[in-house]
């Protein structure tokens, strides 16, 4: 079945470092990506997504790039700041089927410090 | 606003007692989702609702019901909690219509369950 395997955390940065995530995923089919966050208390938000091999999806000065060659889908960012601070889950959606379902990774715990 | 709510955010509960958590969605999505996160173990599905009368059993089912009488609700039913049920919910719901690249889910905030 489908799985999604991302980096076990927790990841402890200082502000304005550069940070990476990595996800690497099983699935049958040409699923779509997804990077999710949870801020604490609060519930899950898409973050960015690619649809397709060699799509870069970015938002928020997050980037990550659909590679089929090696089944990934690191999580980047150039400078993080102390409100990046969160939960951070890597996911997929297979391209088949009627269950819109979405396979997450165990999710990676950020912290940013000041 | 467009939003999923849940109900109640916080509960604790006896072994046993019967408990309902409810969901609702004001975007007119035909599918709505229940996923239970657990530490190490990310998020995973318990049920899915393509639309009303229709509901189908996700990873893990067993102690879960679900119903679905109406588009915008979505109540989880624990008909005899047990502690392995303490857990962080979370409803989502997304247009019934696309592809599964525009398989967007909105998420509710979560309903943190404690059974003892």
């Known amino acids: 079945g489908d799985s999604v395997t991302q980096m076990e955390g927790p990841v402890t940065l200082s502000e304005e470092a550069f940070l990476t995530i990595n996800c690497t995923y099983t699935?049958?089919?040409?699923?779509?990506l997804f990077w999710y966050v949870q801020y604490p208390g609060e519930g899950l938000q898409l973050l960015l997504k690619?649809?397709?091999?060699?799509d870069k999806g970015s938002n928020k000065g997050f980037e990550a790039t659909y590679r089929k060659e090696t089944t990934s889908f690191h999580l980047e960012k150039g400078s993080v700041q102390v409100s990046d601070s969160a939960v951070y889950f890597c996911?997929?959606?297979?391209?088949?089927?009627?269950?819109?379902?979405?396979?997450f990774g165990k999710g990676t715990l950020l912290t940013v410090n000041p | 606003e467009a939003q999923v709510t849940q109900n109640p955010r916080y509960l604790i509960t006896v072994t046993g007692k019967k408990l309902t958590v409810t969901c609702s969605q004001n975007?007119?999505?035909?599918?709505m989702s229940w996923y239970r996160q657990d530490p190490g173990l990310g998020l995973r599905q318990i049920y899915y609702?393509?639309?009303?009368?229709?509901?189908d059993k996700g990873d893990v089912p067993e102690g879960y019901k679900v119903s679905r009488k109406e588009k915008r609700n979505f109540p989880l039913i624990l008909e005899s909690p047990s502690p392995n049920q303490t857990s962080l919910y979370f409803c989502?719901?997304?247009?019934?219509?696309?592809?599964?690249?525009?398989?967007?889910?909105?998420f509710g905030a979560g309903s943190r369950l404690t059974v003892l």
């Open positions: 690619a649809t397709k091999a060699d």
């Open positions: 989502a719901s997304r247009r019934g219509q696309g592809a599964a690249g525009a398989n967007v889910l909105t």
């Open positions: 996911a997929l959606s297979d391209s088949g089927g009627s269950n819109y379902k979405l396979t």
């Open positions: 609702s393509m639309n009303v009368e229709v509901t």
């Open positions: 699935a049958t089919g040409y699923p779509s």
């Open positions: 975007m007119n999505h035909e599918y």
